[in-house]
């Protein structure tokens, strides 16, 4: 069983930072990339910036200069830093991994619960 656990969403104000975390917990045997996507209400989730196991990073043209994601591969987990938050960054913020279990050949797709990220004007 694989776990993807969220953490750090929140209210605040424009402007504003928060720090997301998201923790890979399970029978792991390797990650290649991790990140994070995102659904406001009435529209599809979209992608907010994505990291290889080597680091490289790929973000969204929207949070482009505002947000940095990183990871610590000896703890399993990926971070999302935004600063400089919009009104139209809200929304719920979801983990996604590339993973491989013990148990299996392959790499698959696992996906988090979610944390709720609002910013008020």
């Known amino acids: 069983q694989v776990q993807l656990e969220e953490s750090g969403g929140g209210l605040v104000q424009t402007g504003g930072s928060l720090r997301l975390s998201c923790a890979a917990s399970g029978s792991i045997f390797s990650i290649n990339a991790m990140g994070w996507y995102r659904q406001a209400p009435g529209k599809q989730r979209e992608l907010v910036a994505t990291?290889?196991?080597?680091?490289?990073?790929n973000y969204a043209d929207s949070v482009k200069g505002r947000f940095t994601i990183s990871r610590d591969n000896a703890k399993n987990t990926v971070y999302l830093q935004m600063n400089s938050l919009k009104p139209e960054d809200t929304a719920l913020y979801y983990c996604?991994?590339?993973?491989?279990?013990?148990?299996?050949?392959?790499?698959?797709?696992?996906w988090g619960q979610g944390t709720q990220v609002t910013v008020s004007s």
């Open positions: 996604n991994a590339d993973l491989r279990r013990w148990r299996d050949w392959d790499y698959r797709n696992y």
């Open positions: 990291i290889t196991y080597g680091g490289t990073s």
